[in-house]
């Protein structure tokens, strides 16, 4: 079974910090692309960042994301993660995470992903 699964999420105080994590299971995810995004009430669902698979390491955030999003990943573990700074209350939102097996010339888009987690909240309150 493959399956991706988030966790890490809560409530958190504004310009708190939190760490999301995604552990990919049933297949070797090392070599993919892996990708974060978000989604709030009532919202489309948001990019926020990716990075490249192997040991580059190559990433990328969305607008939103970019000057407090830490996105890593440890392939060892078949773990990504997503480091949230200064966080603010309009970071709350549903965050998925998402593999992709192969290069992808989009990677702020959601259909360039092969497999999604169920996602973890992540609720700021200020």
């Known amino acids: 079974q493959v399956q991706l699964v988030e966790s890490g999420g809560g409530l958190v105080q504004a310009g708190g910090s939190l760490r999301l994590s995604c552990a990919a299971s049933?297949?070797?995810?090392?070599?993919?692309?892996m990708g974060w995004f978000r989604q709030a009430p009532g919202k489309e669902r948001e990019f926020a960042a990716a990075i490249t698979g192997g040991s580059g390491g190559a990433t990328l955030y969305g607008d939103s994301a970019k000057g407090r999003f830490t996105i890593s990943r440890d392939n060892a573990k078949n773990t990504v993660f997503l480091l949230i700074n200064s966080l603010k209350p309009d970071d709350t939102a549903v965050y998925y995470c998402?593999?992709?097996?192969?290069?992808?010339?989009?990677?702020?888009?959601?259909?360039?992903?092969?497999?999604w987690g169920q996602g973890t909240q992540v609720t700021v309150f200020s």
């Open positions: 998402a593999a992709s097996e192969r290069l992808v010339s989009r990677p702020q888009t959601e259909y360039e992903y092969d497999y």
């Open positions: 049933g297949r070797d995810f090392s070599d993919d692309v």
